[in-house]
């Protein structure tokens, strides 16, 4: 049984810290359904999951920050299982410092968003920036950031676009979060070049027809090993997303329709996303009780049912033993404490 990383999560104290275009954004999306990211809704919603990756987010074309020293912060909450992300903008003038002081403060990755900084991948700043860290050994996740706030330059996140980094750059580790939506295929073709990029399946995981139609073509073009479980939170969550995965296949029952094997599922969901990365020793995981490994071994799906009963089993296998850390003493009953329900809730309070 491998384990389950999930590359690709948010957290923020107050949706301002987004950009205002962003902020606005979510408060409309608010009015259908309640977004939480706080720190309390986070840890329970990562039970599903081994390890987890927190995305920073830097944009001075937006005014949005959520910057190093509060993801780090957030990783010290459970330093054995959250990994942080830095967020860096290229184009500020500071960005190198940014840099070396997320290396300091433990971070093990940058999170670049072209579109929401406004800045074209191979931009001069950007190169240095991607050059520095293939050098320093971090691995870089590409956020489209296309349509959240109504100023991102949607033509700057184009896969396309990132052919000249992989070139230049052939030992960075690259990752397209959202598989590059709204230019699937573009990213997949680019994922079959180049051996060190990689895609997650955030956002498009949660529209079941296009994510068949997805891997369908992945398992067609031979790049299922670069795809990476992601769950976009607080937008999704990791047992939505493996649901998904382990249910695709209905599409095909009764059909003359082409099935996703369910090995390559599998593969997908409990990939070893901290040693593709090469992230391995930046995290002491807890070793998992046999019991556990037992139980998680016998869940072979032979049909649908057994697929969904797997999808069960697998985001209920953590939570079992997810035990609070010695060290966490979260107050739910205190909206200031990170890890309280309230916390970083977007509240509409007009």
Same mark, same amino acid.
């Given at each position: 049984?491998?384990?389950? +990383? ?42 599903? +999951? ?57 971070? +093990? ?242």
């Amino acid at each position: 049984m491998g384990m389950i +990383v999930d590359v690709h999560t948010h957290l923020w104290e107050r949706p301002e810290q987004l950009g205002d275009g962003t902020a606005q954004r979510l408060k409309a999306m608010m009015v259908h359904e309640p977004i939480n990211a706080s720190g309390w809704a986070y840890d329970q919603a990562m039970k599903a +999951v081994d390890a987890s990756v927190i995305l920073g987010f830097e944009s001075q074309y937006l005014g949005a920050s959520i910057s190093n020293e509060q993801i780090a912060n957030y990783v010290k909450r459970r330093p054995n299982k959250y990994l942080g992300f830095a967020g860096i903008d290229p184009l500020a003038t500071d960005w190198k410092d940014k840099l070396k002081e997320a290396v300091d403060l433990g971070l +093990v990755g940058v999170c670049f968003s072209a579109a929401a900084q406004n800045c074209h991948p191979t931009h001069t700043r950007a190169m240095y920036l991607f050059e520095k860290c293939e050098e320093l050994g971090l691995p870089v996740l590409h956020h489209p950031g296309t349509h959240m706030a109504t100023a991102a330059v949607m033509a700057f996140s184009q896969p396309f676009l990132f052919d000249e980094i992989g070139r230049t750059f052939p030992k960075l580790k690259l990752i397209f979060s959202q598989l590059g939506h709204p230019w699937v295929d573009e990213a997949i073709l680019l994922l079959s070049k180049h051996p060190n990029f990689f895609a997650d399946l955030s956002d498009i995981s949660s529209r079941p027809w296009q994510l068949y139609n997805t891997l369908l073509t992945a398992v067609q073009q031979n790049v299922t090993d670069s795809l990476l479980l992601g769950s976009d939170f607080p937008f999704s969550s990791p047992e939505d997303v493996i649901y998904n995965l382990y249910t695709v296949n209905h599409f095909t029952k009764g059909t003359s329709m082409p099935t996703i094997p369910r090995h390559v599922l599998s593969s997908i969901i409990e990939r070893d996303t901290l040693a593709v990365l090469g992230l391995s020793g930046k995290i002491q995981l807890p070793e998992r009780s046999e019991k556990m490994l037992d139980e998680s071994d016998k869940a072979k799906p032979d049909s649908e049912s057994e697929d969904r009963q797997r999808a069960k089993v697998v985001v209920t296998r953590i939570s079992a033993s997810d035990e609070p850390d010695s060290e966490d003493h979260d107050d739910p009953d205190d909206p200031d404490d990170p890890g309280a329900p309230g916390a970083g809730r977007l509240v509409d309070r007009n």
